[in-house]
Every structure is written in C-alpha cells, then in structure tokens.
C-alpha cells in the first residue's frame, strides 16, 4: 500500500518527463517569431558588395565601421534629436510627468539602431537601412575620402558602397516620385545654374522597367535647363532597382576619383579594373554598351 502511494506521488512531480516539456518550446518558438526587416519605399540606406559567400562576415565588418563613423562624425547627435530639453523655468507635477514620459520615449529611441541589415536574396550583395542623421551619400563619400588619404583598412571582405537617399516602388510612378524628391534638391533649387550630368542605373532580379525606360525619365525629370555630360559631369545620378523596389542618390564628381566608392579598389587598386573602366567610359560615348547592369553599371546619356 505505501509502495504504491510512493509510485503515484513519483509519478505526479512529472519533473523530468520528457513530455511535459514539449509545450514549452511550442511556446517559445511561437513568442520568438517576427517580421524580418525589408526595404520600405521612403527608405534610404546603403547597398554594399562583398566577396562571394562572406556575406555574413561582411555584414558585422559594415557594421563596426559605420557604427564607428557616426559615432566620429555625428557623436551625441542623436541624444540630442531625440532626448527632452531642460526647461529652467519651474515645472508642476503634471510638467515633471510630461518631461519623464518623453525621457521613456527617448531611452527607447536611442535603442534603434542607425543601421539595421536587411537581407537579400542575391549573392554578393548587402543592404544596410539607415535613419537620421545619417545621409547616406555624405556618410559613404567620407569613409572613401578618408580611405583615398591614407586611412587604415578595418575591414576584409567589404568592396563596393552605394548610398541611396531615397527607395521607392519599381514602377514608373514610384521612379518619378523618388525622383521628385532626390532631384529636386540638386537642380531645381531656386537659383541653381545650369548642371551638366550623368545617369547610371543598376538593376538587379528585375525586368519589368526597361533601362532605356529609366533613363529617358530621370532625364525628363532633370529637365531641360540642365546638360548631359560622361566625362566631366558636375553631378552623378546613381539608380538601383532590384526586384520590386528602386533607389536613387546624386553623387559628385569626385566619383571616378573615389574608385566608384569601391573601398577594395581605393585600398589596393587593379590595373584591369582601370582598364574595364576607362573601355566602359569609351562604350559609353560610342553608344555600344555590352557588360550587363548588374555586372557594370554604366555611364547613360540623355535620350529624350
């Protein structure tokens, strides 16, 4: 009788049977799944390529070097958008709740990260969403700059950045409002003379825009006041598309200097490269481009 109590008792703790586990890590499965981060039109951020299958590498080595740049370049700007003022005026108990409330809201803003991965379905490539302050053309054109004189290399695996001011939508109205908004600052300002420029688009996992198409409409959307030039432009149109979403930034006419933003260029440059480059320029002017979008961007004049 006490044998059989014992047993019962032994087998009610139920402490190390292996099925009463088995929920649990139901549970945990179901409360550790989540949205993966995507590229969102209003977005700007950073593409980047890399040495073939060191994406995951590459990924942490953009990581510490941005995050090492904003902390050079914009320090505690960031506190300072986000974080409440100090009033020295005298303050009553419902101003101290308000001030503690936005205190909450700006330790969990300094949280989010300027840079956030978001992956990609294609070999090589990489893109980094980024937040304010951070300008992805000014940021990226700082670390070549700084590679170009001589900075000391603190990465392997990273090749070529470009930055994007804006993404958007793959369509036609999604390309002309990107380029409302990127062009606008550049060569429609009030009092902007006249511009010579260039178009270079890329484009990735995509074939339903055709690459005469999106030249022809950025071209419009620059208008006519302005001038194409390949080899001495004053401004540098860079246009992403891959699959469903496009970029675009204007970068300066240090491009070509800067290697094409290409750090394993700037750091240990290729004769052949060069080569590839200065014979893309001459396709170019010639009108006979044969290298495919995404394997070399081109230099595109205006078609329209």
Same mark, same amino acid.
């Given at each position: 009788?006490?044998?059989?109590?014992?047993?019962?008792?032994?087998?009610?703790?139920?402490?190390?049977?292996?099925?009463?586990?088995?929920?649990?890590?139901?549970?945990?499965?179901?409360?550790?799944?989540?949205?993966?981060?995507?590229?969102?039109?209003?977005?700007?951020?950073?593409?980047?390529?890399?040495?073939?299958?060191?994406?995951?590498?590459?990924?942490?080595?953009?990581?510490?070097?941005?995050?090492?740049?904003?902390?050079?370049?914009?320090?505690?700007?960031?506190?300072?958008?986000?974080?409440?003022?100090?009033?020295?005026?005298?303050?009553?108990?419902?101003?101290?709740?308000?001030?503690?409330?936005?205190?909450?809201?700006?330790?969990?803003?300094?949280?989010?990260?300027?840079?956030?991965?978001?992956?990609?379905?294609?070999?090589?490539?990489?893109?980094?969403?980024?937040?304010?302050?951070?300008?992805?053309?000014?940021?990226?054109?700082?670390?070549?700059?700084?590679?170009?004189?001589?900075?000391?290399?603190?990465?392997?695996?990273?090749?070529?950045?470009?930055?994007?001011?804006?993404?958007?939508?793959?369509?036609?109205?999604?390309?002309?409002?990107?380029?409302?908004?990127?062009?606008?600052?550049?060569?429609?300002?009030?009092?902007?003379?006249?511009?010579?420029? @260039?178009? *270079?688009?890329?484009? /990735?996992?995509?074939? &339903?825009?055709?690459? $005469?198409?999106?030249?022809? #409409? !950025?071209?419009?959307?620059?208008?006519?006041?302005?001038?194409?030039?390949?080899?001495?432009?004053?401004?540098?149109?860079?246009?992403?598309?891959?699959?469903?979403?496009?970029?675009?930034?204007?970068?300066?006419?240090?491009?070509?200097?800067?290697?094409?933003?290409?750090?394993?260029?700037?750091?240990?440059?290729?004769?052949?490269?060069?080569?590839?480059?200065? @014979?893309? *320029?001459?396709?170019? /002017?010639?009108?006979? &481009?044969?290298?495919? $979008?995404?394997?070399?961007? #081109? !230099?595109?004049?205006?078609?329209?």
């Amino acid at each position: 009788m006490d044998e059989s109590k014992k047993r019962k008792s032994d087998s009610g703790t139920g402490g190390s049977d292996p099925k009463k586990s088995k929920p649990w890590r139901v549970l945990k499965k179901s409360q550790a799944s989540y949205a993966a981060p995507s590229i969102e039109p209003g977005d700007a951020g950073i593409w980047a390529t890399c040495e073939m299958g060191k994406e995951g590498k590459c990924t942490a080595e953009l990581k510490d070097l941005f995050e090492g740049y904003a902390a050079k370049l914009y320090g505690g700007a960031e506190v300072q958008v986000e974080g409440a003022s100090d009033d020295e005026a005298k303050v009553d108990i419902e101003a101290e709740i308000k001030r503690e409330v936005r205190g909450m809201k700006s330790k969990s803003a300094k949280k989010e990260t300027l840079f956030q991965p978001v992956k990609v379905d294609i070999q090589c490539v990489l893109f980094f969403k980024t937040r304010e302050p951070i300008e992805p053309v000014e940021f990226v054109h700082r670390i070549c700059q700084d590679a170009l004189e001589g900075a000391t290399k603190r990465h392997r695996w990273v090749k070529r950045l470009t930055p994007m001011t804006m993404m958007g939508k793959a369509t036609v109205e999604g390309l002309e409002k990107v380029a409302q908004s990127v062009l606008q600052p550049v060569f429609h300002a009030e009092g902007t003379p006249a511009k010579k420029f @260039a178009i *270079r688009p890329t484009r /990735r996992n995509h074939n &339903i825009m055709k690459r $005469d198409e999106i030249i022809r #409409q !950025i071209a419009s959307a620059v208008g006519a006041g302005h001038s194409v030039d390949l080899k001495n432009y004053d401004h540098l149109i860079l246009v992403d598309v891959y699959r469903n979403v496009l970029g675009m930034s204007v970068v300066g006419s240090d491009f070509e200097t800067l290697k094409q933003f290409n750090l394993a260029e700037i750091y240990d440059p290729s004769p052949k490269t060069e080569e590839r480059h200065d @014979a893309t *320029r001459d396709a170019g /002017r010639k009108g006979d &481009i044969q290298a495919s $979008d995404a394997e070399m961007p #081109q !230099i595109i004049p205006n078609t329209s």
